[in-house]
């Protein structure tokens, strides 16, 4: 069974607007990794954020991760169309137990 | 290209067949995973290899599934007798537990299977 939950499950934003998207986990992890999958598509590792960091920055990514919550959030700023995606977290010790995922619709 | 290569993309297989899918992982990478994807939901875990070995299986690997990676490289993965139930896309993964590594996990294209 999946232990993961990301939240919203369906976001539908502008270009050019922040995307939020959050994650919460059960089990302790070592590290929380956040991918992107395109429909019909193998999944795209986007960051790994440990367990002893609170926030780390990608591009345009910034993911945050409360281990007293089990929670971890992403945000994209300044979203463009072809981020249009499925969004995962997986929480990992070493394999990955990931949530259903959040669909974004970066709308032009 | 040196990333986790699957193949076939796609499988369309008649209940009963067998099937086999290949993984190549990142060359340097001595953790290979394998991950279940059905419509809508997140992938699952099925199985991981730490070089040769097979160090876990997931209660979903039926005694159907069976998976390999003899020579600590390339990996497979065979279901026998496959059923309609295991129509999904099949992902590999491959990581490194090297000491400047916290095990990224980086995926391959996956391979579609369809069971009629």
């Known amino acids: 069974s999946q232990q993961g939950e990301e939240d919203p499950q369906a976001l539908s934003i502008q270009e050019g607007e922040n995307a939020t998207m959050n994650c919460s986990y059960k089990t302790s992890i070592n590290n929380l990794q956040w991918y992107r999958q395109n429909s019909g598509r193998g999944l795209v590792h986007l960051i790994l954020?440990?367990?002893?960091?609170r926030e780390k920055h990608s591009g345009r990514l910034r993911v945050t991760l409360d281990t007293s919550k089990k929670s971890s959030s992403l945000l994209i700023t300044a979203s463009r169309a072809a981020d249009t995606a499925s969004y995962f977290c997986g929480g990992s010790n070493y394999k990955l137990t990931f949530g259903k995922g959040t669909l974004l619709t970066v709308n032009p | 290209d040196t990333g986790v290569s699957q193949d076939p993309r796609h499988k369309i297989t008649k209940r009963g067949q067998n099937v086999t899918f290949r993984c190549d992982p990142i060359?340097?990478?001595?953790?290979l995973y394998w991950y279940r994807q059905t419509l809508g939901q997140g992938p699952e875990f099925l199985t991981y290899f730490q070089n040769e070995a097979q160090l876990e299986k997931s209660r979903l690997l039926s005694d159907r599934f069976s998976a390999e990676r003899p020579k600590g490289s390339f990996s497979t993965l065979e279901i026998q007798r496959t059923e309609q139930g295991d129509s999904a896309m099949y992902l590999c993964?491959?990581?490194?537990?090297?000491?400047?590594?916290?095990?990224?996990?980086?995926f391959g294209p996956g391979t579609r299977l369809t069971v009629l």
């Open positions: 954020i440990r367990s002893n960091e």
């Open positions: 993964a491959s990581s490194s537990t090297g000491t400047s590594s916290y095990n990224e996990q980086f």
């Open positions: 060359s340097e990478h001595n953790r």
